[in-house]
């Protein structure tokens, strides 16, 4: 599916690189919330220096899957979901801070530095 997608962002190893990202933000243990941080490069590969990219690298591929492998990744973005939610705070300014802010996940609070 990666080789087959049209979006910049969705290539070979995408997906295992974003749910890595993904896991990686949400590994450290502890009860402290955790910040996002921008990228400081837009590229493709820099851009998951940002976790909320990750996230929507993700939500394109659950977009292009077929059913039954989409209902597989959903399963686990659903689990890894639920840790963001907890552990990351909302952000009632995000309409006016992110571009795009119809993501609930970029409706967080970021920060300069990932760090509980």
């Given at each position: 599916m990666e080789n087959l997608s049209g979006d910049y962002d969705v290539y070979?190893?995408?997906t295992d690189r974003a749910l890595r990202r993904y896991r990686a933000f949400l590994g450290p243990a502890g009860r402290r919330p955790l910040y996002p941080q921008d990228a400081e490069c837009s590229c493709r590969g820099c851009s998951f220096d940002d976790v909320?990219?990750?996230r929507d690298v993700l939500a394109e591929v659950?977009?292009?899957l077929p059913f039954r492998a989409r209902a597989e990744l959903k399963r686990q973005v659903a689990c890894?979901?639920?840790v963001y939610i907890e552990r990351t705070l909302p952000d009632p300014f995000a309409g006016d801070r992110q571009?795009?802010?119809d993501r609930w996940w970029r409706r967080r609070l970021a920060g300069g530095r990932e760090a509980g």
């Open positions: 070979p190893g995408a909320r990219h990750a659950l977009r292009q890894l979901d639920a571009w795009r802010s």
